[in-house]
């Protein structure tokens, strides 16, 4: 998996993959490239029966300080409506597999809509989130008006989103956005302990958890236990379940192996 302006370790631990943004130059802006890049990496990883979890970091001092505004600088509305970059967010939304983002340094604009388009974030200390798009004349466009106000409510995004105001990993973590907080030296192998406790699990029932827990998401409460309730079923299609309870009932540990 050799890409320009990511680095992918699909094997990085047992079952666990990690992607790390790499341009730290430009902090880790999102430029239409790494983006694409992302999405195919995603998508082959996705495809790879070893790989049970992934892990997206960047570098110490950001994760990203959010799309490319170099790139997007001279850009009207049309231009953007043709490129149509969103979808490519959109397709990263739908991996199936599990994504962690581990969060150290900026995690602005679109770096904090992609790090909230994962499925969990853990922060190091010198985590920064933030909004700031309205400090240069535009608003969030990937999400981070819906997914910012469902994960920390209206008060405080509407302030974020308003006013460009960054939050520290603290109090990001007080208002649910992050599972939790770590000194910087251990961030990345805090999220590689959390890659592994899932790993663990069996790969099918994951799979049909994220989608169920995705649904509370965008869709109403009677459609959602719908949704999860077929999913439960679908679990028992699975050899893992059997594995599961046998062991539970033979007092030992499962071996789930994704069948
Ligand atoms: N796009 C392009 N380049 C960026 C960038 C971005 N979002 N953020 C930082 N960079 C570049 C800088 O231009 C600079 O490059 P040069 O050395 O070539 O000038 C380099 O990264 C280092 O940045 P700074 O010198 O600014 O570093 P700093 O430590 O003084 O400040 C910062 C750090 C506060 C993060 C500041 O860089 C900043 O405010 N960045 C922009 C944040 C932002 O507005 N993000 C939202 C973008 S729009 C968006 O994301 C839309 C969406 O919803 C999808």
Not at 130 to 147: D, F, L
Not at 227 to 242: G, I, L, V, W
């Amino acid at each position: 998996m050799n890409f320009e302006l990511i680095l992918v370790n699909p094997a990085y631990a047992a079952h666990i993959a990690l992607i790390q943004l790499n341009r730290p130059k430009e902090l880790n802006a999102l430029n239409l490239q790494l983006m694409l890049e992302l999405k195919q990496a995603l998508s082959q990883l996705d495809d790879l029966e070893e790989v049970r979890c992934i892990i997206i970091t960047g570098n110490q001092q950001a994760f990203a300080a959010g799309a490319d505004i170099k790139q997007m600088e001279s850009k009207n509305a049309i231009d953007l409506l043709k490129i149509d970059q969103f979808e490519t967010w959109d397709q990263i939304r739908k991996t199936k597999k599990p994504i962690i983002a581990a969060v150290s340094g900026f995690a602005l604009g679109g770096g904090c809509e992609l790090a909230m388009t994962c499925d969990m974030i853990i922060a190091s200390e010198s985590a920064k989130f933030g909004q700031p798009e309205i400090k240069i004349g535009i608003m969030p466009g990937a999400g981070g008006t819906q997914r910012l106000t469902r994960a920390i409510g209206k008060a405080n995004a509407m302030e974020m989103v308003l006013t460009g105001k960054f939050i520290s990993a603290e109090e990001a973590q007080r208002m649910g956005l992050v599972n939790r907080v770590v000194p910087e030296e251990i961030y990345l192998d805090e999220a590689v302990k959390l890659a592994k406790e899932i790993a663990l699990m069996s790969p099918i029932a994951i799979r049909l958890a994220k989608e169920s827990v995705n649904k509370a998401f965008e869709s109403g409460l009677q459609e959602g236990l719908y949704f999860e309730r077929k999913n439960f079923y679908m679990t028992f299609a699975s050899e893992d379940q059997k594995e599961g309870m046998n062991a539970f009932v033979e007092k030992r540990k499962p071996i789930f192996t994704g069948k």
